[in-house]
């Protein structure tokens, strides 16, 4: 199984604002600029309805099955980054992958695993390794 970015020319800093996936109409509204000539993060809405208020969301996103895969920007005292993310649409729950990263450049699953890039230029590749069960993936056959 691979599942890719919808639009290939998506990137961190541009990227498809409005999605129509089976049935969700996913938009990004709001969008800013994390720092000068950073990735662009902003409000997520689902279905005209705007999920998660206090959370920001990058680009781009990775859907598969009534699952969006999207990164998520946070901003502690000490701490500043993305963190991997797993929206179930169906009952709106996010779960949180471990690990806060300089930038989250999304671009495949692949062998239940997600693979992402951490800089830029696309030279620094990352596998976080997904639970299928509590995603509803599809279980490898063979």
Request: charged letters at 20%; one cysteine or more.
């Amino acid at each position: 199984m691979s599942i890719g970015i919808i639009n290939k020319l998506d990137t961190p800093w541009i990227f498809t604002t409005h999605l129509q996936q089976d049935k969700w109409h996913i938009k990004y509204s709001e969008l800013t600029e994390i720092c000068q000539g950073g990735p662009l993060v902003g409000n997520l809405i689902v279905n005209e309805q705007k999920v998660f208020s206090d959370k920001s969301f990058g680009g781009p996103l990775l859907y598969f099955n009534n699952i969006v895969i999207i990164p998520m920007f946070i901003r502690k005292f000490c701490v500043t980054g993305f963190m991997l993310s797993a929206i179930e649409l169906s009952t709106m729950r996010l779960k949180l992958a471990k690990g806060i990263y300089d930038l989250i450049y999304l671009d495949s699953i692949e062998e239940n695993e997600i693979l992402f890039y951490q800089d830029k230029n696309r030279n620094k590749l990352s596998k976080l390794s997904i639970d299928n069960i509590r995603l509803n993936l599809p279980q490898k056959v063979g």
